[in-house]
C-alpha cells in the first residue's frame, strides 16, 4: 500500500514539477525587455527539449565514442587508439556475431513485408467484418513486450528431457517425424537453425505493423485503375502484381527500412531465450554481455559504435525520406 | 456481370481459408501458454497443453497459477510498472510539445540544423548513449549524494529523451497541419506564444499526442533494457520479473505463463479499446 501512495505521489510531483518548469521559463523571459523578450521566446519552449537531448543523448553518444577508442579498468583508463576494434575483428566469435547480424537483416525485415503484404491483400477481399478479426488477431502480438513474446515462444521451443513428458510443440513435432532423443532445438547451430527459431518470434511481432501500413496503402489505390485491369482481362494475380504492388511499393519500403532498424537493434529476445549461448549472439547482446557481465567498458563502446557505423546508412535513408515528404506537402 | 462476381466470389473463399490458416498458426503459441497458465502445476508438468485444448472436460482448470505468481511479487511489479510508464508517457509528450510548438511557429536561427540532427537521433541506438549515462549518474549521486539510480525518476528522465527525436517530429507534422491564420490572429488580439501554445494549439493537437502517447505508453510498459539500468531489481518492473521468472522455471510453467498474462492484461486492453487510434498514428507516421 505504501508503494502505491508513494508510485501516486511521485508522479504527480513529476508532472507539476515539469509544468512548473514550462511556467516559469516564461515568467522570467516576459520579463525580459521587450526586444530581446520577442527573439528568447523560443527558448521557453524549447530549453527543456534541449537540455534532455544533449544530455541524455548527445553527450553520452559523442562519450561513448570516445571511450571505443580507450581501455578502461577501474579507475584507470588509457588511449589505445583502434586496439579495441583490432581485438573484435580478429576475434572469430565476433565475426560469428556479424553474420548474425547480417542473417537477422537479409531474413526478417524480407518475410516480414511478404506475409504483411499477402495478409492485406487477402484480407481487403473478405468484407469488413471478417477482415477485422483476422486483422485484430495478427496485429495483437504488437502489444506484446519482448520479454513476454520470449516466454510464449520459449514455451512453444521447450526441451523435455529423455524419459520425461514432452511439453513443448516443437520437441513434439520433431518426434513425429520419427527422431529419437533430439537436442535441444535451441542448442542446434548448424546453419544457425537456432538464429532462425529466434527470428519467427520477430517475425510474429512485426507481420501486424507492415499488414496494418501496406493495407493502409492498397486500400488508397484508386479503384478505378483495378476495375480497368480486370476488364481488360486481367486476373486476381495480375491486378496484384502489375496494378497494386507498384502503387504500394513507397510503403512497403517505408516498413521494411523500419523493420530493418528494429532487427538491427534487437536484443530482448536474445537475452531471454539464450542469453547469447549456442553462437546465436548479435551486435547489441555482445555490447550487453560486454558491459554488464565482463565490465569492459572500452571494448563494450566499440561494439556499440560498429552498431551505430552499420545503421548510419540508414539515418541517411530516413533524412532523405523526411525530405521526400516535406516536399510533396 | 454475373461473371465478375462469380469470380470474386472465389477469391473471397480462398481468402478466407488462407486467412483462416494463417491466424491459426499466428494464435498458436498464445493460446499454448493461456491454457498452461489456467493448469495445475501438477498436471501441466505431465502432460502437453494440447490436452487441455482438445480436452477440456477432462483437465482440470484453476487460477492458482494467477494468485501464485501475483502473491510472489507480480503485484508489486504491476504498481512498479504503473509508475514507470505513466510519467515517462506524460513527460516526453510535454516536452516534445512545446518544442513541437518552437518548431512550427517561431523562427529561429539553426531551425533547419536542429531538425536534420533530431532526425538523425531517431535512429541511432538508445544502447550508444545509455552507458555514459548510467555512469553520470553514479558520479551525480556520489558527489551530491542524491540517489537518481533504481529510483522511477531516472527511468522517466531516459525514456522521455529517448522519446524525444520521434515525439517531435510527428507532433511538429500534425501541427504543420493546423490554420496558420488562426495563429496570426490570435496574435493579432496580443495573445502571448504561452498563451497561444495552451490555449489552441495544445488543444487541437490532441488527435496526435494520443496517438503518440498510446505508443509511448506500450513502448514504455514492454521495455526491459532501460527498467534493468535504472530501475533494476529495488522497485523491479514486470519485464524485469518475467525474466528472472524465465531463467528459474524450476518453478514450474505455469507460474511463468501466468505472469506473461498478467503482464499483458494491460497493454491488450489499451490496444484493443484505442485500436483505431492506434493504426491512425501508424499510418500517419509510415504512409505519406
Keep these: ?329 | 456481370m454475373n461473371k465478375l462476381r462469380n469470380f470474386s466470389g472465389k477469391v473471397n473463399l480462398g481468402s478466407t481459408l488462407a486467412l483462416t490458416i494463417l491466424v491459426g498458426i499466428w494464435s498458436i503459441p498464445t493460446i499454448g501458454l493461456l491454457i498452461t497458465s489456467l493448469r495445475l502445476r501438477s498436471e501441466a508438468e505431465i502432460s502437453p497443453w494440447w490436452d487441455g485444448f482438445f480436452n477440456p472436460l477432462g483437465t482440470v482448470w484453476s487460477l492458482e497459477a494467477y494468485q501464485n505468481s501475483l502473491s510472489s511479487g507480480m503485484l508489486d511489479s504491476l504498481v512498479n510498472t504503473i509508475a514507470v510508464t505513466v510519467p515517462a508517457t506524460i513527460l516526453p509528450l510535454m516536452i516534445a510539445a512545446n518544442a513541437a510548438y518552437a518548431f512550427t511557429f517561431l523562427n529561429f536561427k539553426g531551425k533547419e540544423l536542429f531538425f536534420a540532427i533530431l532526425v538523425g537521433l531517431m535512429v541511432i541506438p538508445l544502447q550508444s548513449a545509455l552507458i555514459p549515462v548510467l555512469k553520470g549518474m553514479v558520479w551525480f549521486q556520489r558527489t551530491f549524494d542524491i540517489p537518481l539510480t533504481g529510483t522511477y525518476a531516472s527511468a522517466w528522465v531516459v525514456h522521455s529523451a529517448f522519446a524525444l527525436p520521434l515525439a517531435i517530429y510527428i507532433l511538429r507534422n500534425y501541427m504543420l497541419s493546423l490554420p496558420t491564420s488562426l495563429i496570426e490572429a490570435a496574435r493579432v488580439d496580443g495573445a502571448s506564444y504561452y498563451q497561444i501554445f495552451w490555449k489552441l494549439v495544445l488543444p487541437m493537437s490532441i488527435p496526435a499526442i494520443a496517438s503518440f502517447a498510446i505508443f509511448q505508453f506500450l513502448w514504455v510498459w514492454n521495455d526491459y533494457l532501460i527498467a534493468f539500468i535504472f530501475v533494476g531489481e529495488q522497485k523491479s518492473v514486470m519485464t524485469y520479473r518475467l525474466l528472472r521468472m524465465l531463467g528459474q522455471y524450476g518453478e514450474g510453467w505455469q507460474d511463468v505463463a501466468a505472469g506473461s498474462f498478467i503482464s499483458l492484461i494491460v497493454p491488450l486492453i489499451v490496444f484493443f479499446a484505442l485500436q483505431r487510434y492506434f493504426v491512425r498514428g501508424l499510418t500517419a507516421g509510415a504512409v505519406k
Excluded: C
Design chain 1, 1 to 329: 500500500m505504501g508503494d502505491i501512495i508513494f508510485g501516486i505521489f511521485a508522479i504527480i510531483i513529476g508532472i507539476v514539477a515539469s509544468y512548473g518548469i514550462y511556467w516559469l521559463l516564461n515568467f522570467l523571459i516576459s520579463l525580459l525587455p521587450r526586444k530581446i523578450s520577442e527573439k528568447a521566446n523560443v527558448f521557453a519552449f524549447l530549453t527543456p527539449a534541449l537540455v534532455l537531448l544533449i544530455i541524455v543523448s548527445i553527450i553520452p553518444v559523442i562519450q561513448t565514442a570516445v571511450w571505443s577508442f580507450m581501455e578502461i579498468k577501474g579507475k584507470r583508463s588509457e588511449w589505445v587508439g583502434l586496439q579495441n576494434y583490432a581485438e573484435l575483428f580478429s576475434d572469430p566469435n565476433f565475426l560469428g556475431i556479424l553474420l548474425n547480424n547480417f542473417l537477422w537483416i537479409l531474413v526478417v525485415p524480407a518475410i516480414t513485408v511478404t506475409i504483411g503484404t499477402l495478409v492485406a491483400q487477402l484480407s481487403n477481399n473478405v468484407g469488413p467484418r471478417r477482415e477485422k478479426i483476422f486483422k485484430s488477431l495478427i496485429f495483437m502480438p504488437m502489444s506484446i513486450s519482448f520479454v513476454a513474446a520470449s516466454t510464449i515462444w520459449a514455451y512453444l521451443y521447450a526441451y523435455s528431457a529423455p524419459g520425461r513428458p514432452v511439453i513443448g510443440l516443437a520437441q513434439n513435432v520433431i518426434e513425429g517425424f520419427g527422431v529419437t532423443d533430439p537436442v535441444p532445438i535451441l542448442q542446434i547451430d548448424d546453419f544457425r537453425i537456432n538464429s532462425f527459431l529466434l527470428m519467427a518470434v520477430v517475425v510474429w511481432l512485426q507481420v501486424g505493423y507492415s499488414m496494418v501500413i501496406i493495407s493502409a496503402a492498397i486500400k488508397a489505390v484508386p479503384e478505378e485503375t483495378i476495375e480497368a485491369a480486370r476488364i481488360d482481362g486481367a486476373g486476381p494475380f495480375q491486378v496484384f502484381g502489375r496494378i497494386i504492388l507498384p502503387q504500394v511499393w513507397g510503403s512497403i519500403m517505408a516498413v521494411f527500412v523500419t523493420v530493418l532498424i528494429l532487427v538491427m537493434k534487437i536484443f530482448d529476445i536474445i537475452l531471454a531465450m539464450t542469453r547469447g549461448n549456442f553462437n546465436t549472439s548479435v551486435l547489441a547482446f555482445e555490447w550487453y554481455k560486454r558491459y554488464f557481465e565482463n565490465t569492459d567498458t572500452g571494448s563494450a563502446s566499440a561494439v556499440v559504435m560498429i552498431l551505430v557505423l552499420l545503421i548510419t546508412p540508414l539515418v541517411w535513408l530516413q533524412i532523405r525520406t523526411v525530405k521526400h515528404q516535406e516536399m510533396l506537402r
